[in-house]
């Protein structure tokens, strides 16, 4: 989340990664065990964080998942975006990906693998329908990907999130589980609660990112803010996701002590999302013969998440002391560790398929994957 890489291009892919982004799972680990223990120790937590409440959020933990989503709403370059005309094709793909097989897939592998949890399913739903906004910047420039396409995307992304989520999630939780013959998870939630969860917790730190952009960069330059504003916001964003998670589990701590073999249940599907939309996505940019850069930026964006978006639609709507809510904090524990082995993957790839200046070594025929 700190978005930030170190100096040196030397070492491994571990090594180049900022010392916060290294450490983002042990700190995650870290932010549960503090929060059961303060659960376990504290007995007044619980109405300590319900005592100011707006819906099911209270004001400090609204506080902090507004903060953990502006940071990274400010690094976005809504400025490229008037570039999206420019590589039609490769766009047309990366939001098919994104939009149409992500969630998709996303919905087809929590009812496989968790059929008897309803619960962590609607939060896993949640995640698969939110595209990465952050992350995948890092992801991306670790294994050599087309920097300018996955700024565009991220931009696109964060624009459509606003437009597309409220849909989705009304698709995948109401509409697609009745005609499976389930019943639809959102009987209890309307879509209108979900479309305010996604226009406080994400419109608001899109407004406040896209004017604290355009205002500073505008004042300062371009080079100051990205040089030296960006790197001293962005890691602060941590703080927010950390404070959500000791809270979350300070109120449900008790649940996952009596069963901690859900958090596992709750990883199987994300370890195969991440690994079959970043192979779905490489695959396809060698079928339609797309550039490495092109494609690894493609893939690496295919298979993250904004799971900072998950979490705050969970919370907010399903109250932080839910299963859903768990389901989603669950993500980033588990993304980062796997798409840094997808990086080594990409760059084998890259070795096996692609020439140094990125042309194909050799084409993969049409028909024989299509």
């Known amino acids: 989340m700190s978005q930030c890489i170190e100096e040196s291009s030397n070492g491994s892919v571990v090594q180049r990664l900022s010392t916060l982004d290294r450490l983002l799972p042990v700190l995650i680990f870290v932010a549960m065990a503090l ?24 004001l400090p933990i609204a506080v902090g998942l507004l903060w953990m989503m502006y940071p990274v709403l400010a690094k976005v370059k809504y ?6 005309a420019r590589g039609g094709r490769q766009f047309a793909v990366a939001l098919t990906l994104n939009w149409l097989i992500a969630p998709a897939a996303m919905f087809v592998l929590a009812y496989l693998m968790l059929p008897d949890f309803p619960h962590y399913r609607t939060g896993l739903i949640l995640v698969g329908i939110s ?12 294994a050599g990907g087309d920097n300018e396409y996955c700024a565009v995307l991220v931009a696109l992304n964060s624009i459509l999130e606003i437009l597309l989520f409220s849909l989705l999630a009304y698709l995948y939780l109401q509409v697609v589980p009745q005609w499976l013959g389930a019943e639809g998870t ?10 305010r969860s996604v226009l406080i917790f994400l419109g ?7 004017l604290t952009r355009t205002l500073l960069r505008g004042r300062k330059g371009a080079d100051w803010y990205d040089q030296r504003f960006m790197p001293r916001l962005g890691p602060t964003a941590m703080i927010g996701l950390l404070f959500t998670i000791v809270a979350m589990f300070s109120m449900q701590g008790d649940k996952l002590l009596a069963a901690p073999g859900d958090v596992l249940r709750v990883s199987m599907p994300l370890l195969a999302y991440f690994v079959v939309m970043f192979a779905l996505s490489f695959v396809i940019a060698l079928w339609r013969r797309f550039p490495y850069e092109t494609a690894v930026t493609q893939s690496f964006t295919a298979a993250s998440n904004n799971f900072e978006l998950a979490i705050a639609v969970a919370v907010a709507t399903f109250a932080i002391a839910s299963p859903e809510a768990l389901a ?6 588990i993304e980062v560790p796997v798409l840094i082995g997808l990086v080594y993957v990409a760059l084998w790839l890259k070795k096996a398929f692609y020439h140094p200046d990125g042309r194909h070594k050799a ?8």
């Open 204 to 210: 608001i730190p899109l407004a406040a990112g896209f």
């Open 35 to 58: 929060g059961v223990a303060l659960g376990a120790l504290v007995p007044g937590i619980k109405s300590a964080f319900s005592a100011l409440s707006i819906g099911t959020v209270s």
């Open 79 to 84: 400025e490229e975006l008037g570039k999206v």
């Open 328 to 333: 989603t904090v669950i993500g980033p524990l």
């Open 363 to 370: 084409r993969i025929p049409r028909k024989a994957v299509g």
């Open 186 to 195: 959102m009987v209890r939630i309307s879509m209108g609660e979900i479309a």
């Open 131 to 142: 595209p990465c906004i952050a992350m995948v910047l890092i992801w991306n420039l670790l």
